[in-house]
């Protein structure tokens, strides 16, 4: 789908690096108000609305921005994209059955997908997001042996571990030991490999792993550490 407006587009509002993304949204709102009746800038203007929400973790004003470009949106493939940004939105934003709801939609459109790669890895990738927060550890674990194949590619395109600290933790979960032993002698390099968004899942891998060993001092101190985390990240 189309990402952001264009330079036409974005000479309008004299993009710069010191405009807040408040002053961004602000922008984007007033030039809608004078571009009534054409849609593709609409669309692509609340494209860019909700994308700047997201970025500063308002999840929830994202998802429904989305929501609000659906009805300017004639391309059907694009429309099926949409629905899968905002059960992303959705699901960050701890609304599990909008985001649910919206990723029922996306399925809907599979047929559309001339490139059925991407799409099974985008589906797999909220599936396991799925498993994981219902804590349906078994079918979290089958879901990531079926996502192995694209792991190292998605990991390198978006330089995001989260799917190994997933497999990590329903590894514990699971109790398969030869899986969590891998990731235990390679718990440091995993630390270096993650970052700050997802460490509070290599902690919570650690906790687990240590508590199912009865090492209530490790536990205590990877306690603290997520602990901190979560402080940071809310």
């Known amino acids: 789908r189309s990402r952001g407006l264009?330079?036409?587009?974005?000479r309008q509002i004299k993009y710069c690096s010191e405009v807040t993304p408040v002053e961004q949204i602000k922008l984007f709102l007033k030039l809608l108000e004078s571009y009534k009746g054409d849609n593709i800038f609409i669309s692509n203007a609340y494209l860019n609305i909700g994308e700047i929400y997201s970025t500063i973790g308002q999840y929830n004003l994202a998802a429904n921005t989305f929501i609000k470009q659906l009805a300017f949106i004639v391309d059907k493939y694009d429309i099926h994209w949409t629905y899968y940004a905002i059960a992303t939105?959705?699901?960050d934003a701890g609304a599990i059955e909008n985001s649910k709801e919206y990723f029922k939609k996306f399925e809907a459109g599979k047929d559309l997908f001339t490139d059925t790669q991407d799409y099974k890895v985008l589906s797999l990738i909220l599936q396991i997001k799925f498993a994981y927060i219902d804590k349906q550890y078994d079918v979290m674990l089958a879901l990531l042996e079926e996502f192995e194949p694209f792991q190292s590619s998605t990991q390198s395109l978006h330089k995001n571990n989260r799917m190994a600290l997933y497999k990590a933790i329903a590894c514990v979960e699971n109790k398969k030991v030869?899986?969590?032993n891998d990731f235990i002698?390679?718990?440091?390099?995993?630390?270096?490999?993650t970052n700050e968004?997802?460490?509070?899942?290599?902690y919570e891998f650690l906790i687990k792993y240590y508590i199912s060993q009865?090492?209530?001092q490790f536990c205590l101190l990877y306690t603290s550490d997520a602990a901190d985390e979560r402080s940071s990240v809310d």
């Open 185 to 193: 002698d390679n718990k440091d390099t995993l630390l270096q490999q």
């Open 6 to 10: 264009g330079d036409v587009y974005k």
């Open 178 to 180: 030869q899986c969590i």
């Open 89 to 91: 939105e959705f699901l």
């Open 197 to 202: 968004t997802n460490l509070i899942y290599y």
């Open 214 to 216: 009865g090492q209530s």
